[in-house]
Structure formats: C-alpha cells, structure tokens
C-alpha cells in the first residue's frame, strides 16, 4: 500500500511467505530489466548525484516526514563534516524515481521504502546491504515489524515511523445526527451506509484515484471472509490461489458497498496526496474514513478541534460467520530505512540509523505526535502521557498488541511487479467494471 505520506506513522506486520521460486526469479529479472532500461534511457532526479559532500550521504524519503527530518538535524549537527542530505517525494512519484536511480547509479546512501516484497526485489538484485545488530541494534525494534524487512534470516532495514494498522475513523457529529453509531459488523456497516446517504452525506470518504486506498477493503474483507491463510498462499507463490472463493467473495463484498453507494458518486477523481479525502472527513461531508493510523496525525495538524472534539476511531468491522478472527489487523508496518549496497559513506549510514533513529528523544517526537513507534519496552512511557492522544496511543498500541495477525499490504507483501495489475484490477473492480471472479481470475495470470 500504500505509500502513504505521514507526519510520523506506519504499522506492524506479520511474517509473509517467501515467493515461490519461479515467481522469486520471475521478478529479480523483472527488476533487473527495469533497472537496466532505466540506466540506458534516463538519468535519476536533478541533483541527486553529487548532492551530498564527499564525506556526506543522501537520503530519500517521502514528504512529511516532520520527525525523520528532525533526526537528521540533529545528525548533521553532531556531523558537520559528514552531513546528510534529504530529499522528499510526493507518495505516487517516489517508488518509480527510486527505480530509476538504482538503474543509473544514482540511488541515495540511505532509501525509505515499506518492506515486503519490493524491498526483496531491491534485495536479490543486490542492491541493499544486511545490517546486523551490531550495527545497528535490532533488537530494540518490535520483531513483528523486523519481520517485513527480513529476509533470508537477515534484516535489510531500520524501522523509521510508527505503527499503522487501517482502522475506520468517523466523524462523531455526523455519525451523531444521522443516527449511527460505528459499526462493529458488516451488516452494521451497510446500515450505517444507508442512513449516512438518506442524510446527505457520502457516507465514506475514499481516495479511489491513488487506487491503494481501495485496496485497504479488499485486504480486510478477504482476511475476514476467509482468514489469514488465504492472503498467506497467494504470498508464497501459489498463484492458483487466488482463484479460492473467499477472493471472489471479498471482491462481491467490495462492489456491494460500492454499488450502495459507501463512497459517493466522486470517489474516482479523489487522491489521497492531495488531501481531499481526509478533508471531506473532518468538514463533515463524510462520515466515515479507512485509513492508517498516520490519518491520526493529519487530522490533528488540519483540524485540531474537530480532532479533539469530534474524531473517533475504531477496528473494521467483523463479518459474522467468516472464517478470519475480526481481531486481525491489516496495514503497512512501520516503514524503513535501507542501505544502499553501493553507497560510498557506510560507516556514517550506520551511525545514523544506530544512533540517531528511534532513539529516545525520537521516540518522544513519535509519542507526542500521535504516533505509537515501534519499539520494545514502551508500556512505560504510554503511562506517563498526559496529552489528549493517550486514548489514541493506547487505542493503536492495544490494537496491535492484541492482533493475532496483521497483515503487510498486499502491494508491498507481493512482488513489485504484480504490484500495478493488482491495483489496475482492484481499481476494476471498485469500479464493476470486471465480475467479483475475474479479479482473482486476473491476478493469476498475472502471478504466472
């Protein structure tokens, strides 16, 4: 998923199977093509060779990044000698110019990226060095997050925000006088869906454009339709799975809330990086929102009265009678930060991500901003905030705590090249424009 912009978030995961061998040779060749047609025909971003001094490093990260950027700072003050620089891209641009670097040799010391199988991708092509715990102490780190970044039985990145399950945010006020409450099940979903458009409102504010948005229902509806185990086979490979029925029905669900109309009649021309869909929330015209928890903080820099007044959160639905355990979460975990197997400035990547990230005083940052970081041992420091995000901190870390799976984002969780044919047929299927059967018929061919 999602490339999501935050000011401070991004969540835990579980363990996703290992590719099959086929499809694992099928996409380093697919990478490796893309890199090399992108060293023939184009060079990287304007300045991002050369940018940094001799004994400096260049980092990529996405935009609204506040707190990583602090810790830079705070780095290059300690290291004037040795200084990084950063540069931010907007979400829907970022993976594509990373591509392009990497095939012209103009990649950054240091990359942000989300783990999972477009990471592996960068990995099997050689791109991006192990770190140890030596380096850069990885046992500090919450393992369930590690995991998405672990491959081979090593780690290939740092996590570098916080923990960002998809939970469903709503307007309290609109929710209030159109006679809902938040929906603990499906069916109350679609109940709520009905009288939030008798109301005139839309009923949830979705960013269908980005495409990933919409994808976030699907991964929940397939995981309550038919637990974890399905999602876990299609990610190690199978590509027969997902043609199994609870496929077909997540994506019947998926049209279901469209054709009642869930997301309105404009969804389609919403993007999320331009703030749109978070706007329609809290200025009332939307009752509900699915999103990761950096929401949290975006809502809170945009509106901070509706936030403190206004704003509730809670897990997605359950779906009665489904085969998944409605405590299972799904989202991105916290995004890293990897080392570039050619940089030339190593022992100074290594001082910065041992040091200077998730830190103490980071970790504060991520608390005070809303955002629960992914570490071990913080059950102390959520006691002692006074501020009025505790009941969001505490509502996001006992949601995790307590998942018996979190889900990686199938877009990240699955090689990069299956990437874009998964977020064309979800679009697709948004849309009705292809029968709930042939997502999953269209995905394996793809997976072939």
């Known amino acids: 998923m999602h490339g999501f912009p935050v000011l401070g978030n991004s969540g835990s995961s579980?363990?996703?199977g290992r590719p099959g061998t086929r499809r694992a040779a099928?996409?380093?060749?697919?990478l490796a093509v893309a890199l090399g047609l992108a060293a023939c025909g184009t060079s990287g971003p304007a300045g991002s060779a050369g940018e940094a001094s001799s004994k400096g490093l260049t980092m990529w990260a996405l935009t609204d990044q506040t707190i990583l950027k602090q810790s830079v700072d705070a780095y290059n003050k300690d290291h004037p000698d040795q200084k990084i620089t950063l540069r931010l891209f907007a979400n829907d641009d970022y993976k594509q110019k990373l591509r392009v670097a990497f095939g012209a040799n103009q990649a950054p010391d240091l990359f942000f990226n989300w783990g999972g199988g477009a990471l592996n991708d960068y990995v099997k092509a050689g791109k991006v060095d192990a770190l140890t715990d030596a380096q850069v102490d990885t046992k500090r780190f919450t393992p369930s997050v590690l995991k998405s970044a672990t491959f081979g039985g090593k780690v290939y990145g740092v996590p570098a925000n916080g923990l960002a399950p998809v939970v469903l945010f709503y307007n309290k006020k609109v929710l209030k006088d159109a006679g809902v409450a938040p929906p603990k099940t499906y069916e109350d979903l679609l109940a709520a869906v009905k009288k939030l458009k008798a109301d005139g409102v839309t009923p949830i504010s979705l960013a269908a454009n980005s495409k990933w948005p919409t994808l976030m229902?699907?991964?929940?509806?397939?995981?309550r339709v038919g637990g974890s185990q399905v999602f876990e086979k299609i990610a190690s490979g199978d590509g027969s799975a997902w043609k199994d029925p609870a496929v077909t029905q997540a994506n019947a669900r998926l049209q279901e809330l469209a054709k009642a109309g869930a997301f309105g009649d404009n969804a389609s021309s919403v993007n999320y990086d331009q703030g749109a869909s978070t706007a329609l929330l809290y200025t009332g015209k939307?009752?509900?929102e699915l999103m990761g928890t950096w929401e949290y903080a975006n809502l809170v820099k945009a509106a901070p009265d509706f936030a403190k007044k206004d704003l509730g959160y809670v897990a997605f639905p359950s779906l009665p009678g489904g085969k998944g355990d409605p405590k299972n979460i799904v989202g991105n975990p916290s995004n890293f930060l990897s080392l570039n197997a050619a940089g030339k400035n190593k022992q100074a990547a290594l001082t910065y991500l041992k040091k200077y990230v998730m830190n103490s005083s980071q970790v504060d940052a991520y608390l005070a901003a809303?955002?629960?970081?992914?570490v071990n041992g913080l059950e102390p420091k959520l006691a002692t905030v006074t501020s009025s995000d505790k009941g969001w901190l505490t509502f996001v870390y006992g949601l995790v705590q307590n998942a018996p799976g979190f889900q990686l984002s199938w877009d990240q969780a699955l090689p990069s090249d299956l990437a874009d044919p998964l977020l064309t047929n979800v679009d697709k299927s948004f849309l009705r424009q292809i029968r709930p059967e042939a997502f999953g018929t269209n995905m394996s061919e793809a997976a072939k």
């Open 217 to 223: 229902y699907l991964e929940y509806l397939l995981d």
């Open 14 to 16: 579980r363990t996703v």
């Open 26 to 30: 099928a996409a380093a060749v697919t």
């Open 370 to 374: 809303g955002s629960v970081p992914p």
């Open 286 to 288: 939307a009752g509900m």
